[in-house]
């Protein structure tokens, strides 16, 4: 059987493998709903499930799961050390129908890091050794993993690659910088091609997956069995359906600025439900749009305009002014050089709460 074979279906049955990347405060269930409206990937990962000695199930994280319209398998990730409650948490998790159970070992946050969780446990391969091994006892269905390349180096990368091995894990997203490195700087996708060598589950390619031609890219590089994409879905959720038909010779369906005014709308339409103040709607808004003015305009003037505004009229005028003023005008597949979505922060919480 081959690897793939242990791996729900994919929409489109040998075209590579996509996957929505879990973003904390992002890929929720209305994100994932949002998204699903341009074009499922063929996976969604949920927000981490904190495990501790005193933690259960969250459950806004668990609506993404039980309340999920979009038909498309969904796994549950964690993010912890205890053992004993990862195996708890994994447990009730496993009660729910889920694709798998996925382990964060890739969080570059310094205060996740610095608890020894998500990325911070690449420094420790024997704690992985002992976590994965009472995982797969206790886990009778799928066990993935998403992680770095390391912590600092790579020093301990083939050790743990070769842990991934042991226990039998079904599906590793590989995202191809260091803890450290964060966001910034090349990523190394010879990292990616060597850990689907030396795997023997599928790999999906995870690292500045911009475009549906960069997906492509990537794929012919790594020769990964698919590719997740984060922080690119926010500004573009048509990304996944672009991949797809670039995959299959199709040509890719180009995105008007109107059409993105129509996905800002959808996104505003989420945040208003929710019971918050206008300052909070506007900030929370704001956290996509600072990802979606990447393509807007190359002078930033829709990114700098945007910040500026402080009543969500404010920013409706501004997305108004920038996106249907010339409605037909084509929405840049990448990113303009020299905008940047994050100007202060590199992790999605510090982004919505400061």
């Known amino acids: 059987m081959s690897p793939l074979d242990r791996l729900p279906p994919p929409l489109c049955p040998g075209l590579a493998l996509t996957a929505l990347a879990p973003m904390q ?13 341009y074009g499922c990937p063929d996976y969604f990962f949920t927000e981490y499930f904190r495990v501790h000695d005193t933690s259960s199930l969250d459950k806004k994280i668990l609506r993404s799961i039980t309340e999920n319209t979009t038909d498309r398998p969904i796994f549950a990730q964690m993010i912890g050390e205890s053992i004993p409650d990862l195996v708890r948490i994994a447990n009730k998790l496993s009660q729910y129908p889920i694709a798998g159970i996925d382990l964060n070992m890739g969080c570059p946050a310094p205060r996740i ?17 002992r976590i994965l091994g009472e995982l797969r006892q206790a ?3 799928r066990l993935s993993v ?7 180096d790579t020093e301990n990368f083939d050790r743990i690659l070769d842990l991934i091995n042991r226990h039998d894990i079904d599906l590793l997203s590989l995202h191809g910088r260091t803890v450290k490195e964060m966001y910034h700087g090349a990523v190394h996708y010879d990292r990616i091609a060597h850990a689907v060598q030396r795997v023997k589950c599928p790999v999906l390619a995870n690292g500045n997956i911009t475009s549906a031609a960069a997906a492509v890219a990537t794929l012919d590089q790594t020769q990964a069995a698919g590719v997740m994409v984060g922080r690119a879905a926010i500004r573009n959720p048509w990304i996944f359906k672009q991949i797809r038909q670039q995959l299959s010779g199709q040509s890719v369906d180009p995105v008007t600025l109107g059409e993105v005014r129509g996905y800002i709308e959808r996104l505003r339409q989420t945040t208003t439900a929710l019971t918050v103040p206008e300052r909070a709607r506007v900030s ?23 910040r500026l505004a402080r009543t969500e009229s404010e920013l409706l005028e501004v997305c108004d002014r920038a996106l249907l003023s010339y409605p037909d005008q084509l ?24």
């Open 25 to 37: 405060d992002v890929t929720d269930l209305f994100f994932m709903q949002v998204v699903a409206g």
């Open 113 to 129: 890091y610095r608890k020894n969780v998500g990325g911070g446990l690449l420094r420790d391969p024997e704690k992985i050794n």
């Open 139 to 141: 886990v009778n269905g």
């Open 146 to 152: 998403k992680m770095r390349i390391g912590f600092e």
């Open 284 to 306: 929370y808004l704001k956290m996509y749009l600072n990802y979606i003015a990447q393509s807007v305009d190359a002078e930033g003037l829709f990114l700098r305009s945007m």
């Open 331 to 354: 929405f840049a597949p990448e990113p303009y050089p020299g905008l940047v979505a994050r100007p202060s922060s590199e992790t999605v919480r510090e982004l919505v709460t400061h």
